[in-house]
């Protein structure tokens, strides 16, 4: 892994589909200390896929990184199969 503390899922993290996403998620956190965080990307039912954040101590500074998704750039035919866009994405 690069080192990163934590990171967010962007719009092109969806290009291979969602199950591939989640996978590589889980392939990450689990061989690094990397989180993958998102406060707004949700399953079908309403539940939060990702951490949505985490707390950092930095030399007894307390730092909290807050994970958001941003919205994909849709063509129309897309826009009609997804039931909500924003704020958050339906998994």
């Known amino acids: 892994m690069l080192g990163y503390d934590a990171v967010a899922p962007?719009?092109?993290?969806?290009n291979y589909g969602k199950d591939r996403l989640i996978a590589a998620a889980k392939y990450?956190?689990?061989n690094s200390n990397l989180?993958?965080?998102?406060?707004?990307?949700?399953?079908?039912?309403?539940?939060?896929?990702?951490?949505p954040y985490q707390v950092?101590?930095?030399?007894?500074?307390?730092?909290?990184?807050?994970?958001?998704?941003t919205t994909p750039i849709l063509l129309p035919r897309q826009i009609r199969r997804m039931s909500k866009v924003f704020p958050s994405w339906i998994l």
């Open 35 to 51: 989180k993958v965080l998102s406060a707004n990307i949700l399953d079908k039912d309403g539940n939060l896929v990702f951490q």
């Open 10 to 14: 962007g719009n092109h993290d969806f």
């Open 56 to 69: 950092y101590d930095f030399n007894g500074f307390k730092v909290a990184v807050v994970g958001l998704t």
């Open 28 to 30: 990450a956190e689990a």
